[in-house]
């Protein structure tokens, strides 16, 4: 059974930094991504990694966060390092069998909250 469980979300300052988790189980996927949900706000891409690297950004968040796998592990990580309060969102992991875009993801995680005070 697949599932994708996403942690390490909190409150933190402007400027600050943090490490969100998404731990998946079922099978190891080729494309896992990071997405995000702002209040009042439509889900948006964040950044993927596919199984062979090839770490993709959205702009808004290039230079700041960075996308990692631990095969191994089978969990994908996102540092945010510089976060703004426009970062301030629920982070959903995603995953897919095959080579992904910004689209088209069959699995989702159920979320965590991310919040940045000014």
């Known amino acids: 059974q697949v599932q994708l469980v996403e942690s390490g979300g909190g409150l933190v300052q402007a400027g600050g930094s943090l490490r969100i988790s998404c731990a998946a189980s079922g099978r190891t996927f080729v494309t896992m991504a990071w997405f995000r949900q702002a209040p009042g706000k439509e889900r948006e891409f964040v950044a993927r990694m596919w199984i062979g690297n090839n770490p993709y950004y959205t702009n808004s968040v290039k230079g700041r966060f960075t996308i990692s796998r631990d095969i191994a592990k089978n969990t994908m990580y996102l540092q945010m390092n510089s976060l703004k309060p426009e970062d301030t969102a629920v982070y959903y992991c995603?995953?897919?069998?095959?080579?992904?875009?910004?689209?088209?993801?069959?699995?989702w995680g159920q979320g965590t909250q991310v919040t940045v005070s000014s």
């Open positions: 995603a995953a897919s069998d095959t080579y992904t875009g910004n689209l088209a993801y069959p699995y």
